[in-house]
């Protein structure tokens, strides 16, 4: 697609349930990133898949949350048990894979733990 | 520690004015780094990106430059529009491995009429 799309755009939900986010990177781009953003803060990494693989899932804060990437196209990023803690904004990324080019980012999926 | 420090931390001025923002970072070792201007509800959009031999980039009303001596980089904003009002985030790329990306916590902008 045009850009790296992200659904859905807001998402409530009860805490202790699981749910699920997901994001459409940019055609042909194999390099995908999640990161988290609280509100006035920068964002924060949470995994990066290059390919179907995660090859860094060192920023995910606990086993509740998990990712996936099975075709190497589409991420789902899985929060298990949520927590009011987990609310924020999750930014989804893209690239080609090198740091000349520029990441493409979503518009987010603002999701608020009640 | 990586990390990417941003000041001020918001700042408000009048439309037509001039402001400036600053970043210092300590990241290690340094890739490149970029500017990126955020929107209320939005993605981060980059504006400009600038690796270590360069000192200074333009686009548009928008000029970043960069010290990679003393590690500190800036974003100047010349004749202020109200569509300028957003969240402005410095992040600096780790070199090696995957190019991991460093944010800083950003400055929120308001332009007024």
């Not at chain 2, 290690?28 to 980039?57: A, C, H």
Request: glycine share 10%; with cysteine; hydrophobic share 30%.
């Amino acid at each position: 697609g045009a850009g790296v799309s992200q659904t859905p755009s807001n998402k409530v939900t009860e805490k202790g349930k699981y749910v699920e986010l997901r994001c459409d990177p940019i055609s042909g781009h194999t390099a995908l990133y999640w990161y988290r953003q609280s509100l006035g803060q920068g964002p924060e990494f949470l995994i990066y898949f290059q390919g179907t693989g995660a090859a860094d899932d060192s920023g995910l804060p606990n086993d509740r949350f998990f990712a996936v990437r099975p075709e190497g196209s589409v991420s789902t990023l899985k929060i298990q048990r949520t927590e009011r803690g987990d609310s924020a904004v999750y930014l989804c990324a893209s690239s080609s894979g090198t740091s000349t080019y520029g990441y493409t980012f979503g518009s987010g999926t603002r999701l608020t733990v009640v | 520690k990586n990390q990417v420090e941003q000041s001020p931390q918001s700042l408000i001025i009048l439309e037509g004015k001039n402001c400036t923002l600053q970043c210092n970072y300590t990241v290690s070792p340094f890739s490149n780094l970029r500017w990126y201007k955020q929107d209320t509800g939005r993605g981060p959009v980059s504006l400009t990106i600038m690796t270590f031999s360069e000192n200074t980039k333009s686009n548009g009303r928008y000029t970043a430059t960069l010290d990679a001596d003393t590690k500190q980089s800036s974003l100047h904003i010349t004749a202020s529009q109200l569509s300028d009002s957003a969240s402005y985030i410095c992040v600096v790329t780790v070199s090696g491995g995957y190019n991991k990306l460093i944010f800083g916590a950003g400055t929120r902008l308001a332009v007024h009429p």
